[in-house]
Nanobody, 124 residues
Framework: QVQLVESGGGLVQAGGSLRLSCAAS????????MGWFRQAPGKEREFVAR????????LYADSVKGRFTIVRDNVKNMVDLQMNSLKPEDTGIYYC?????????????????WGQGTQVTVSS
């Protein structure tokens, strides 16, 4: 079992930055694919970013590409999401996910474990 706890959310003006953290416990994340998802008000949950455990390959949704960066810290057993140039449409609840499957298909199949979410609100 892996427990995931997100932190770092809050209120920020458009153009600002936030760094979300996902702290894992129970097991190390070194052998897990890790990802971030978000759910905006009135919308379905959508994929944001992921990083593979075996090769560190990253993938981003087109809507955040060039603005967000996913970073894995195996020493601290954490995965961060650095968010720059934030837009009002980035507003939503951000969830951390961990997947123990062989293939790094987080964007398509989600995770095996999920955090409780952290709220991000971007004002115009």
């Amino acid at each position: 079992q892996v427990q995931l706890v997100e932190s770092g959310g809050g209120l920020v003006q458009a153009g600002g930055s936030l760094r979300l953290s996902c702290a894992a416990s129970g097991r190390t994340i070194s052998s897990y694919h890790m990802g971030w998802f978000r759910q905006a008000p009135g919308k379905e949950r959508e994929f944001v970013a992921r990083i593979c455990w075996d090769n560190g390959r990253t993938l981003y949704a087109d809507s955040v590409k060039g603005r967000f960066t996913i970073v894995r810290d195996n020493v601290k057993n954490m995965v961060d999401l650095q968010m720059n140039s934030l837009k009002p449409e980035d507003t939503g609840i951000y969830y951390c996910a961990a997947a123990g499957r062989l293939f790094c298909t987080v964007e398509a199949r989600g995770g095996d474990y999920w955090g409780q979410g952290t709220q991000v609100t971007v004002s115009s």
